[in-house]
């Protein structure tokens, strides 16, 4: 029979929680930088106020350089947000 302590069981559970954890963070930062890096439905455009050009992943962006909030048109076109 074999005789196991309380600790070393303990001890067994929470590194296997840890290593969980661990293992689906890593899986959700890989997968949003892979996301981020071969998406090819994000569209390139420039920004009207700067002429920077801009990463449009959702519909509305602030420009990052000049600070002007843009908007996706339904025709395509970024334009000025009031």
């Known amino acids: 029979m074999i005789v196991v302590k309380k600790g070393v069981v303990r001890m067994v ?12 963070l890593l899986l959700s930062f890989g997968y ?4 981020l890096i071969f998406n090819n439905k994000v569209k390139k455009l420039n920004c009207p106020t700067c002429g920077r ?6 519909k ?3 420009c990052p350089h000049c600070k002007s ?5 339904e025709n395509g076109e ?3 947000r009031n």
Do not use: A, R
Not at 13 to 24: G, P
Not at 69 to 73: A, D, I, T, V, W
């Open 13 to 24: 559970v929470t590194t296997m929680i840890i290593i969980f954890i661990s293992l689906v």
């Open 53 to 58: 050009e801009l990463k449009v992943i959702q």
């Open 69 to 73: 909030k843009l908007f996706e048109h």
């Open 78 to 80: 970024l334009m000025l």
């Open 32 to 35: 949003f930088i892979y996301y």
């Open 60 to 62: 509305t962006i602030k």
